[in-house]
């Protein structure tokens, strides 16, 4: 195995860049495995950091669980050889401990861990004093304020270097994602943490690697900072999460294809023709605002008449009514039967909460 010694660039320096590219296996196999996908990450001139998992928290008992401790040297020898910083998921006190002393560069807090605030304080407190970034994963469930007491443990901790990682949620019934995206929470994550690093993730976004493109395109349109993204020198043959693996090569050909866009751009004339638009939307936006307050006063009318008619709230057969009304209109204005469903949904329960404030006052 050769191993030449390459020069590598303080984390800190590298996870200053955008788009920020971090990828590698879902899972460290063997210490050939782990060289060979570092070597040929290197090779594309596209990745910034390399992942591989160590310990693999699991669904249930008996599948493969991650090669473990042994796996951190194999770690140093790929960094050693192509200058390409490491990342490692951590789940406890324990591996904190174990990949700190093995000079892993990042650590990321996983899905299944960030879920249960006693897991993120136990390593918050194994972070006081050092100094190392942190990546932070959703949980698995969509919960924000769990995302963000996540957040403020590790701040809490003395953490500096604090980013995220939007690796989709789950949720029942759905069949086209592995984790539903569920964009706006993490656009409103986003939002509510300005200047802190947002990576999405689309391996276990999608769980399959037809889609990966899609994935990564639309959040790169969406203003991320970057991408984490499983790769694998031979994916099929993956001990863990196989289908949503690609090649080191593919992962480059892919984000060659990439449309990369800027949030902003130094032109007078874009500035006043988008400041133009901005305005007609604000403009929509109050006219709707309006709208809706004089619905709502109409609603409320008609609680009036059923707490006076002693009639129920709910109408079972106006709601499916005034459903198919909007999704025969939403059609025809090429808006999807998703947005038509969720705005009517907001708007019915917000009606609902006027009606019973009536009926009960």
Known sequence: MEQAI???KPIEEVLLKRPLIISGPCSAETEEQVFQTAVRLA????????????????????????????????LQQARKATGIPVAVEVATAKQVEDALHFGVDVLWIGA???????????IADALRGVD?????????????????????????????????IHRGFSSYGNTEYRNAPMWHLAIEMKRRNPGMMMINDPSHICGRRDILQDVAQTAIDLDFDGLIIESHIDPDMAWSDAKQQITPERLGEMLSAIRWRKEDVASEEYHINLEKLRQQINHLDDELMQIIGQRMKVAEKIGQYKKDNNITILQTNRWNEILERAFNTGDKMGLSKEFVTKYFDAMHMESINHQNKIMNS
Do not use: C, Y
């Open 6 to 8: 390459t020069q590598h």
């Open 43 to 74: 090779e594309t001139g596209k990745v910034d950091v390399m992942r591989a998992g160590i310990w693999k928290p699991r669904t249930r008992p008996g599948s493969f669980e991650g090669i473990g401790t042994k796996g951190l040297p194999w």
């Open 112 to 122: 299944r861990t960030t879920v249960n605030p006693f897991s993120v304080q136990d």
């Open 132 to 164: 190392v970034p942190v990546l932070i994963k959703n949980p698995i469930n969509p919960d924000l304020e769990l995302w963000i007491g996540a957040v403020e443990r590790v701040a809490k901790a003395g953490i500096k270097t604090i980013g995220l």
